[in-house]
T-cell receptor, first 113, second 112 residues
Framework: GNSVTQMEGPVTLSEEAFLTINCTYTATGYPSLFWYVQYPGEGLQLLLKATKADDKGSNKGFEATYRKETTSFHLEKGSVQVSDSAVYFCALSDASGSEKLVFGKGTKLTVNP | DAGVIQSPRHEVTEMGQEVTLRCKPISGHNSLFWYRQTMMRGLELLIYFNNNVPIDDSGMPEDRFSAKMPNASFSTLKIQPSEPRDSAVYFC??????????FGPGTRLTVL
């Protein structure tokens, strides 16, 4: 079945550090890939997405590239801020047409000033 | 533009009581999802509707849980009877584009 594996957290960085959160997936066909972010006390929000191989999703300084050959969708940001402290979820929507998202377990990021 | 609205935001009840959680999706969205989030089990999809019709309820834990969507602007998740292990944050989300889900603020349920 479809699955998403994220690097385990928590991740603690200093402000302006470079961020990478690894995400790999298992799916048949060509899924769409997503990163969601959950700030403390809130619901999840869509951060970025990519729908086909080699697509790059970007938003708020975050980027992720859909790599079919390595089945990966790693999240990166060049310079994190304290306000980026949150839990980040990688997710996929498979090619079957189902509306369901398969989420990773989430990676908690803390950015210290 | 209002986002997904959930009520109540917090609910504290005693074991055995009935609990009803409510959700108003974003206008124009045709899919609605109910999730449960706990530290132990993470984020779990309970059920989702498309055009008010339940499509996949395989995540509903047991017969104590039921969900309805009588119209395009309202859904309920009911737990009867509630148990302490049902304590969690319950999220409703809606979507118009596959994969792009908009989450509500959640209902934090505590069953004593």
């Amino acid at each position: 079945g479809n699955s998403v594996t994220q690097m385990e957290g928590p991740v603690t960085l200093s402000e302006e550090a470079f961020l990478t959160i690894n995400c790999t997936y298992t799916a048949t066909g060509y899924p769409s890939l997503f990163w969601y972010v959950q700030y403390p006390g809130e619901g999840l929000q869509l951060l970025l997405k990519a729908t086909k191989a080699d697509d790059k999703g970007s938003n708020k300084g975050f980027e992720a590239t859909y790599r079919k050959e390595t089945t990966s969708f790693h999240l990166e940001k060049g310079s994190v801020q304290v306000s980026d402290s949150a839990v980040y979820f990688c997710a996929l929507s498979d090619a079957s047409g189902s509306e369901k998202l398969v989420f990773g377990k989430g990676t908690k990021l803390t950015v210290n000033p | 533009d209002a986002g997904v609205i959930q009520s109540p935001r917090h609910e504290v009840t005693e074991m055995g009581q009935e609990v009803t959680l409510r959700c108003k999706p974003i206008s124009g969205h045709n899919s609605l999802f109910w999730y449960r989030q706990t530290m132990m089990r993470g984020l779990e999809l309970l059920i989702y509707f498309n055009n008010n019709v339940p499509i996949d309820d395989s995540g509903m834990p047991e017969d104590r849980f039921s969900a309805k969507m009588p119209n395009a602007s309202f859904s309920t998740l009911k737990i009867q009877p509630s148990e302490p292990r049902d304590s969690a944050v319950y999220f409703c989300a809606s979507s118009r584009v596959r994969g792009e889900q908009f989450f509500g603020p959640g209902t934090r349920l505590t069953v004593l």
